[in-house]
């Protein structure tokens, strides 16, 4: 069947009739998004659609696209399927290269500064950091620690200058802490009144998000974070659970008995937080508390 | 500092040499982009070019070159589309083969691989990324024209079926080629390897003729590369075999070659 294709492609509208080489009407320049962002279609793209021929039906590529032509235009329009698309794609012709990559690039950039944006993201990201930065701050400790100058040499000095940085890196370190607990608090309330807001941001990181994190059972949650086996005979047991706080108050030969009661509220506590945002703190902690007292009594 | 390496000329590609070493073969790549490695590889200078190690450790294509791979391979001048391009290891050595007149689109959907993957489109000027899902290739049609390839490295349960909607999005019909590097352990367990993999080509070969798939075996543990062309089993220039070593029994590379994980 002859249509008239129209295909938004490349930052230029395509008008594609048939018999006729293809037209291209530039959107506005400098942004990013579709047609709809852009402030509607090119007049000039407009009065070629008017004139199309009135015999072949028009075809829009997108529901988008679709969207704006309809509101435009007294002809009933149809939306593109997928050979209309490729039909339409192997009429376009040749991006030219250089406008092509730079385009390809800003919208590569704003798409993944989108992506970063959201709340979820910003402490998946926070947590991350505060990880990596836990890490290669322990290194230094221990490297300072095995580190000897003797005074008055030029060491001492550098070792004096080298304390100060990392005393900067102390204070940076505590400034993430901050951020992190403030915006796990602000997307897992109940989670982290349970296992505490650090411990709740890394579970979120480690499961890459809030709906992932909600979709894990108590079982998944208790070994996420978990970077290796103790040994080749046992299973992983060292997560972020298992290190949390909270457990660490318990005698060593209880923790993995709370720490499995613990994830089985934890996973209780993320779907409120994630799902149906409720607020089961309270019931939560004093059902948290509660486990750990009869651990403690009956482990003696 | 890079070091200076004799190489010699690869069938699959005239931007792909390699190097005998003891009993391993080394891939190497004419580089597109400038320095600093992507992932930590080897440069090298071969006469007035410069080569990027291409390890077959690290990217399932490298492993399906060894294992003598007879279909596709980018080739100079082409426009290919990459599914699932991660941080762009693999894919800056696709676009070393497509050279600097070819174009490769590099999709990827999670944004913080991608961000890796912007750095890398960044000193590579023929890799043009794109944060998009492959399930949803309408979401990208916008900005990724024809193609003359497809290759694919999703490791997701529908991975073929997401390439088949790829293709007849944006293969073009005559000649078009496609490879997937398939990981059969995501796409469920109640079949064995060999089971999906014959799966898989009944998939694609509706709409192409196969060329024989390679096992990546021992680099990768049951993962295959499939793949083929619209209308013509292999490369317009016929498998020729790679070079190895004299005295070796010919056409059984995985027996022949003995390779270390380093």
Known sequence: MRATLVVAHAGSVYVLSPGTPPRGFELAKGRTGGPTAQGGLPPAALDALRNADPGAPIVVCGQELLTVVASRLARPVGLADRTAWHVALGALPAPEPRAERAAMLARARADLDAALRSPEELLVSLAREEQRFGRSEGREERAAEAFVAPVGTVLADLDRRWRQVRERLTEHHAELDRLLEAEARRSLPNLSALVGPRTAARLAAAAGGLAPLARMSASRLQLLGTRRRPSPERGPRYGAIYLADTVDAVPDDRRAAFARSLAALAAIAVRADVLTHRDLSATLVRRRDLRRERLLRRGR | ?262
């Not at chain 2, 069938?11 to 982009?33: H, K, N, Y």
């Not at chain 2, 070819?102 to 489109?121: C, D, I, K, Q, T």
């Not at chain 2, 079949?191 to 196969?210: I, K, Q």
């Open chain 2, 1 to 262: 500092m890079r070091t200076a390496v004799r190489l010699e000329s690869s069938p699959g590609s005239p931007r792909l040499r390699s190097r005998a070493r003891g009993e391993r073969l080394e891939l190497w790549t004419e580089t597109v982009g400038s320095p600093p490695p992507v992932y930590g590889e080897r440069w090298a200078a071969f006469g007035a070019r410069t080569y990027r190690a291409f390890e077959p450790v690290r990217s399932k294509l490298a492993a399906a070159i060894v294992r003598d791979w007879r279909g596709p391979l980018p080739a100079p001048a082409e426009r290919w589309l990459y599914l699932g391009a991660a941080t762009g290891t693999t894919a800056s050595h696709v676009a070393d083969l497509l050279g600097p007149d070819g174009r490769l689109y590099a999709v990827e959907r999670s944004p913080r691989p991608f961000a890796r993957l912007l750095n890398v489109a960044e000193r590579w000027p023929n890799l043009l990324p794109v944060l998009g899902d492959a399930r949803d290739p309408i979401g990208y049609a916008d900005r990724v024209p024809l193609v003359d390839g497809i290759y694919a490295d999703v490791a997701q349960p529908d991975q073929v079926a997401l390439v088949v909607e790829n293709a007849r999005l944006f293969l073009r019909d005559r000649a078009g080629m496609v490879v997937v590097a398939l990981k059969t352990s995501s796409m469920g367990r109640t079949l064995g390897a060999p089971a999906h993999l014959r799966a898989s080509e009944a998939a694609l070969s509706a709409e192409l003729e196969l060329a024989p798939s390679v096992r990546l075996d021992p680099f990768y543990r049951s993962h295959y590369l499939i793949g083929g062309t619209r209308g013509r089993p292999q490369r317009a220039d016929g498998p020729r075999p790679l070079p190895r070593r004299p005295g070796k029994e010919p056409g059984r590379p995985g027996r022949s070659l003995r390779y270390r994980r380093s």
